[in-house]
């Protein structure tokens, strides 16, 4: 490519420009990623609006609320797992949740409610996480229907034909489990990982095992999970972690 500018005649050789997102660090311009995306396209979820780097925007919370004739709805966290992208919701007057789903390529396309049995007219602020096989939820309900406290988390199948969840089991991580939305889960090492005010901890899956892992100079950071990969970012740049 010849350009001709005030500072003269510059070449520039088309084939050496390369993408900048590569197997160990990606931009993230839009801020922090969603939690959980089993593909290699990055969302990113802010007041309600889902956005991609292409860039695109979709108001996800004005058409639940449409849908619903509920202005009072606010989405709350957003994955993207099995083509579909489920969010979760907060009714502010009744407290109630709810989980909706849309296309993930097309995200326009509204497909319908999923029924979830959550604890009802009380903001318990369940956490909703995936590992790419179960979404799992805090505070949900045990077996006798009552609610459970922040460290117990009850795992559930996504059928994404029938857009059921279907449950599978729970377990009380310890008590000094710290309920955050900033978690990755790997199948692995059958752990969950939490990143608070710099501290990185392992807890166990089915057992209360908790392991500090280290303490990084920061409380900005978030982590997130693309594509079975495993990132950090403070910024613009989000870069792999090995655990």
Same mark, same amino acid.
């Given at each position: 490519?010849?350009?001709? =500018?005030?500072?003269?005649?510059?070449?520039?050789?088309?084939?050496?420009?390369?993408? &900048? +997102? %590569?197997?160990? /660090?990606?931009? &993230?311009?839009?801020?922090?990623?969603?939690?959980?995306?089993? &593909?290699?396209?990055?969302?990113?979820?802010? @007041?309600?609006?889902?956005?991609?780097? &292409?860039?695109? /925007?979709?108001?996800?919370?004005?058409?639940?609320?449409?849908?619903?004739?509920?202005?009072?709805?606010?989405?709350?966290?957003?994955?993207?797992?099995?083509?579909? !992208?489920?969010?979760?919701?907060?009714?502010?007057?009744?407290?109630?949740?709810?989980?909706?789903?849309?296309?993930?390529?097309?995200?326009? @396309?509204?497909?319908?409610?999923?029924?979830?049995? #959550?604890?009802?007219?009380?903001?318990?602020?369940?956490? !909703?996480?995936?590992?790419?096989?179960?979404?799992?939820?805090?505070? =949900?309900?045990? /077996?006798?229907?009552?609610?459970?406290?922040?460290?117990?988390?009850?795992?559930?199948?996504?059928?994404?034909?029938?857009?059921?969840? /279907?449950?599978?089991?729970? #377990?009380?991580?310890?008590?000094?489990?710290?309920?955050? %939305?900033?978690?990755?889960?790997? +199948?692995?090492?059958?752990?969950?990982?939490?990143?608070?005010?710099?501290?990185?901890?392992?807890?166990?899956?089915?057992?209360?095992?908790?392991?500090?892992?280290?303490?990084?100079?920061?409380?900005?950071?978030?982590? #997130?999970?693309?594509?079975?990969?495993?990132?950090? =970012?403070?910024?613009?740049?989000? %870069?792999?972690?090995? #655990?």
């Amino acid at each position: 490519l010849l350009v001709l =500018s005030s500072l003269g005649a510059q070449i520039f050789n088309l084939s050496a420009i390369v993408s &900048t +997102q %590569t197997n160990s /660090s990606l931009l &993230t311009p839009f801020g922090a990623p969603i939690s959980f995306n089993d &593909t290699d396209e990055i969302f990113y979820l802010s @007041s309600g609006i889902i956005m991609t780097d &292409t860039p695109l /925007s979709y108001n996800i919370q004005e058409q639940i609320r449409s849908v619903e004739g509920d202005n009072d709805i606010n989405v709350l966290d957003a994955i993207s797992h099995k083509g579909k !992208m489920i969010i979760l919701t907060i009714n502010t007057s009744s407290l109630n949740h709810g989980l909706y789903c849309f296309d993930k390529d097309d995200l326009n @396309s509204y497909l319908g409610k999923i029924l979830f049995d #959550f604890v009802e007219n009380i903001d318990n602020q369940p956490y !909703m996480y995936c590992d790419g096989k179960y979404i799992y939820f805090t505070n =949900s309900k045990n /077996s006798v229907n009552e609610a459970v406290g922040d460290n117990v988390i009850a795992s559930f199948l996504f059928n994404e034909i029938l857009l059921e969840l /279907s449950y599978v089991s729970f #377990f009380e991580a310890d008590i000094l489990f710290e309920k955050t %939305t900033n978690v990755v889960i790997k +199948q692995e090492t059958n752990s969950i990982y939490t990143f608070t005010d710099g501290n990185l901890y392992r807890y166990e899956i089915g057992t209360n095992i908790r392991e500090w892992l280290g303490f990084f100079n920061t409380v900005n950071g978030v982590i #997130f999970k693309l594509n079975n990969d495993i990132y950090y =970012s403070n910024g613009n740049i989000a %870069t792999k972690w090995q #655990f």
